[in-house]
Every structure is written in structure tokens, then in C-alpha cells.
């Protein structure tokens, strides 16, 4: 959700450099792991915050103009599914591979929206992804700006993308 001291203009503009990681969050899914992803409305962002996964990566992005982070928290049922997609292969449980794998899919999907968020005139420089496992972990990211959360649906579980920036 945006603030409501945000001028239409800083609505507006906030929303095209958020529209870029909604699409490459589902199109990374779709084609990395061959599966339907559906985006949901998403809900309260307190709510969404007291979600609770089993796996998340997280990635921050820094610019002149744009700085922030991105963090993709899976249930265990989505990840195994996505990472059991990819790989051809059944994953019935977090391994190596999987922990890799949500690094990769973090990095990739930053990339891709990093693309569309140059076209928009910002450059940004993006640091490693971290991957954080275990359950009961509350992800609160330092900033200024209110974090948007949205909620996908694969076959088999749900997992989140909570993106935070600042301009």
C-alpha cells in the first residue's frame, strides 16, 4: 500500500517501477519452472507480514534515483513444487538444491524487472541474494517506504513477493 501523503504523480511513478517485478516475478516462474502462476489482490500489508513461509530470498538493489529490496517468501509446498519443475525431478523435502535454487530464482527476477526499471530512466547495481530458512522467521525490511506485498498462487502452495524501495 502507498502512503497518503504521496502526490498522484508519486503514485503513479511508484507504480511503474512495481508493475516490472509483478510481471517478471510471474513470467520467472512460469518459464523457470514450467508451472500456471496466478497473481491474488494482496491483503493487508500487516497481515502479510505475519506470513509465514518455510523459505525466502532476499536481494537488495541500490541507485542514484532508486534504492531497495526484494524478497520472495515460498511455502513449502510451492517451492518444492516450482524446484521440482525445474529440475525434472521430485524434491519432497528443503535440500541444497532447492536453497540454491530460490537464490537463482531471486536473482533472476531482480534482473529481469531491473531491465524495465532502466527503460523508466533509473540505474541501479543489485547485491547477492540471500536465501533464509526455517519457519516462525519475521522478514522486516528497514525503510522509510511501506513495503508492497503481492501474493501468487502455483499448483500446490502460495508464496509472496514483498518488494520495498525507496525514490
Request: charged fraction near 20%; glycine fraction near 8%; charge should be negative.
Amino acid at each position: 500500500m502507498l502512503r497518503e501523503q504521496q502526490s498522484p504523480k508519486e503514485i503513479e511513478q511508484r507504480q511503474r517501477i512495481i508493475e516490472p517485478f509483478i510481471l517478471s516475478v510471474k513470467e520467472t516462474i512460469q518459464m523457470m519452472g514450467n508451472l500456471p502462476v496466478e497473481l491474488l489482490s494482496s491483503n493487508d500489508p500487516k497481515n502479510e507480514l505475519a506470513w509465514n513461509g518455510v523459505i525466502s530470498g532476499i536481494i537488495g538493489f541500490v541507485g542514484d534515483r532508486l534504492t531497495g529490496s526484494l524478497a520472495l517468501r515460498f511455502d513449502e509446498a510451492s517451492i518444492l513444487s516450482i524446484v521440482s519443475s525445474m529440475f525434472m525431478e521430485e524434491f519432497r523435502e528443503i535440500t541444497p538444491e532447492v536453497v540454491d535454487a530460490v537464490g537463482e530464482l531471486t536473482n533472476i527476477i531482480l534482473g529481469s524487472a531491473k531491465k524495465s526499471i532502466h527503460e523508466l530512466g533509473y540505474q541501479v547495481g543489485m547485491a547477492q541474494p540471500v536465501v533464509i530458512q526455517g519457519s516462525g522467521i519475521y522478514l522486516h525490511q528497514i525503510t522509510e517506504a511501506q513495503p508492497t506485498i503481492m501474493r501468487y498462487t502455483v499448483p500446490n502452495g502460495i508464496f509472496l513477493m514483498e518488494l520495498s524501495f525507496k525514490l
